[in-house]
């Protein structure tokens, strides 16, 4: 069952007089299951923010459909099942996290049991409850990244939305942060979120879509860029010839071009067999490597071929 | 209606906050000061330099507070993309506008009845120093000349909540709101200019432009109908006519900026 589904959006900003026309989603599809992290990618201006600003409803695509549960998007009900956090929140500076977390959950028709545990609950796993009654114009910026994730999550959505959520994190916020989203991928929530910091995006998501240019020109499932390689080495290798490559992946391991060589993915156990191999061969062993391929590589890899 | 008023809340919260207020609530201290100051210099006409003088602190405060404060409320939302968090929850966007609304007329009635506390004492005090000059002061006209200081701003603060749905920034609603407030104050005299014979007479008005401000006058919002400055000073009776007529413009005018505003800010888009 898909919980949102995006089929041949097209969103065109129309800056002014004299302007010329932006394309900012173009043709765009895909589908985001139950329970999966859905991660999209891209450089700057992809069209990324504009998707989802679409999904919330603030802006309106100029074709195609979007559909939550296989119906139309419209206001309310719809939003209740969302949790939003955008780039850089700005929150309202004379507020306490606490009035503001209030507002969320009497907009969101919780009772005041409910939204005072619920605050307590998110404010305790995002370190904010010392924080709770001071305005939030004292706020640094990453906490007001993470007063923002308890806005977007105190109503308790299934489906959560979430823009650069590690935006302006220090490591220890960003470790809070994906505790938190790994927690709620536990308990079955759809997540939907952009980022720039490709690592997170690796570890978090079970399908990444990537987006130039406002389409969506790639889509990895996480074993594309995660293969059976866990407990394996990495060897760059010199360029080698085809029959060495089939020795090698008769002794275990697996090989893919890198670059004017070679990257040779062997389990731990055949290592010592196929070096020895490589070593009677006298093939040139460049370096160690630590990931067999990297969700960067993918990344760089697809931008190159749509650019070209 | 939860959504409508727990949005009205954190509004005026955010406002009555706001440090802008001490800066106004000052200049309105100053403003009495001087009025019990100079009060004595005005002879016989203490009574009604005095009433003119507290309705003109509470009308300037009560600008300063929508133009100051009042627009940034709601334009600093869409300037600061605030409005993105705030829609994301379930509000409609009629619910949005209606919740500033309230939130901004709140914080402005609240800041302007503590004003009010103090302009009252301002004209206690006078009124017991000089009981002579105050023939005819009526505390009820009085009071009714400041509740219809407090409808003008209502209004006024429609109008804010309109031009923040039509614009894109807090600078042009507060050009739009200012000149709408000015013309507004002002249309009701050059109407009533263009009716006499002395402007028949006048060769530079055409036909065209009369109709213009015909029209103009209708649009916008008349505040000359809440000015009872000159029967406050005076002591005059206002009809309850005329109070129910302004009463009811005031509200009519207020329902139309809103469901306008409403109606725009639904097929706005927020990029």
């Not at chain 2, 409320?73 to 600061?80: E, M, P, T, V």
Request: hydrophobic residues 45%.
């Amino acid at each position: 069952m898909t919980d949102i589904t995006l089929s041949s959006v097209k969103k065109i900003y129309k800056p002014g007089l004299f302007k010329k026309n932006v394309q900012a989603v173009n043709d765009l599809s895909f589908a985001i299951r139950k329970g999966e992290v859905f991660g999209l990618i891209g450089p700057n201006g992809a069209g990324k923010s504009t998707t989802i600003r679409m999904i919330l409803g603030l802006i309106r695509p100029d074709s195609g459909r979007i559909l939550f549960r296989g119906k139309p998007f419209r206001e309310s009900p719809i939003l209740q099942e969302i949790g939003y956090l955008p780039e850089n929140p700005y929150l309202y500076d004379h507020l306490t996290l606490l009035e503001l977390l209030n507002f969320c959950g009497q907009s969101s028709s919780l009772d005041s049991k409910r939204i005072k545990m619920r605050g307590q609950e998110l404010m305790l796993k995002l370190n904010l409850l010392e924080a709770q009654k001071r305005p939030l114009r004292t706020f640094s910026k990453g906490m007001l990244q993470r007063a923002g994730i308890c806005f977007a999550l105190l109503h308790d959505p299934s489906v959560v939305i979430l823009d650069e959520p590690m935006s302006g994190l220090d490591p220890i916020g960003r470790k809070m942060v994906f505790d938190l989203v790994m927690e709620l991928k536990d308990q079955g929530k759809t997540i939907f979120f952009c980022s720039h910091i490709l690592n997170d995006v690796e570890r978090l998501c079970d399908r990444i879509g990537l987006m130039h240019k406002g389409r969506l020109i790639k889509e990895f499932a996480r074993e594309d860029f995660l293969p059976n390689t866990v407990n394996s080495v990495f060897l760059h290798t010199a360029k080698i010839s085809q029959s060495q490559l089939d020795k090698v992946q008769v002794l275990g391991g697996t090989a893919r071009n890198e670059g004017e060589g070679h990257l040779l993915a062997i389990p731990d156990e055949k290592y010592f067999q196929v070096n020895r191999y490589l070593e009677e061969s006298g093939v040139d062993i460049l370096g160690c490597r630590s990931e067999w391929l990297s969700l960067e590589d993918l990344f760089m890899q697809a931008v190159k071929e749509q650019n070209q | 209606m939860k959504s409508v008023l727990a949005l009205a809340t954190i509004t005026f919260k955010e406002g009555i906050r706001n440090r802008s207020l001490f800066g106004i609530a000052l200049l309105s201290l100053f403003l009495f000061g001087l009025n019990i100051s100079v009060a004595g210099f005005f002879m016989r006409d203490i009574g009604k330099v005095t009433v003119d003088m507290n309705l003109s602190a509470l009308t300037l405060a009560g600008l300063l507070l929508v133009f100051f404060v009042g627009i940034n409320l709601i334009a600093k939302d869409i300037d600061r993309k605030t409005i993105h968090l705030v829609l994301s929850k379930p509000i409609s966007r009629a619910q949005y506008i209606c919740g500033k609304y309230l939130g901004i007329q709140f914080f402005v009635t609240i800041s302007l009845l503590l004003l009010l506390l103090l302009s009252c004492l301002t004209v206690g005090l006078l009124f017991k120093l000089y009981p002579a000059y105050f023939i005819g002061f009526s505390w009820l006209i009085f009071f009714e000349a400041c509740l219809f200081v407090l409808i003008k701003f209502w209004v006024l603060t429609a109008v804010v909540v309109f031009f923040s749905s039509v614009t894109t920034s807090s600078l042009i609603t507060l050009i739009f709101s200012l000149g709408s407030y000015i013309a507004g104050v002002t249309i009701e005299e050059v109407v009533f200019y263009l009716k006499t014979e002395l402007a028949a007479q006048e060769k530079i008005i055409s036909e065209s432009l009369r109709t213009f401000i015909d029209v103009v006058s209708y649009v916008l919002p008349n505040f000359s109908v809440f000015d009872f400055t000159l029967e406050a000073a005076h002591g005059l009776v206002v009809t309850s006519d005329r109070l129910l007529l302004s009463l009811g413009y005031a509200i009519v005018y207020i329902v139309i900026m809103l469901s306008a505003a409403a109606y725009i800010f639904s097929r706005r888009e927020f990029h």
